[in-house]
């Protein structure tokens, strides 16, 4: 006869509810696999919200210049209005800074 199961704590479903939101499970050569889910806004991937949202000195001051010329294209080209207006999320997702050695640390 088998062993009947057990019911998990609430510790170990709180863990495993964080678990299954943090990780997703893919096959890799055949086998199962737990990889770390891509970061998302809003339900959306990051590029893709940067590519909806960002206005155009935003993706200039960020270095976006492929989604630039992108938007571009497709100005000429009639597909998007010239008067479409862009909300400025700066504030909401930067990129990180680039650490320059200071004067102290350039001499040692």
């Known amino acids: ?11 170990q ?5 964080k678990r299954k939101a943090e990780f997703m499970t893919v096959f ?3 086998r199962q696999v737990r990889v770390r889910r ?13 590519r909806q ?6 993706l200039h001051q ?15 080209v009639g597909v998007i209005p010239q008067s479409t207006q862009y909300q400025c ?5 930067q990129r990180p800074k680039r650490q320059f050695p200071t004067a102290n640390q350039a001499n040692r």
């Open 53 to 58: 949202n960002a206005d155009p000195i935003w």
């Open 89 to 93: 999320f700066a504030s909401c997702w």
């Open 62 to 76: 960020h270095g976006y210049w492929e989604i630039l010329h992108e938007r571009e294209m497709a100005e000429r």
């Open 38 to 50: 891509p970061p998302t806004v809003d339900g959306i991937p990051v590029e893709e919200f940067i």
């Open 13 to 17: 479903r709180a863990a495993r509810k």
């Open 1 to 11: 006869m088998a062993k009947p199961k057990k019911k998990l704590t609430a510790a």
């Open 28 to 30: 890799m050569n055949g």
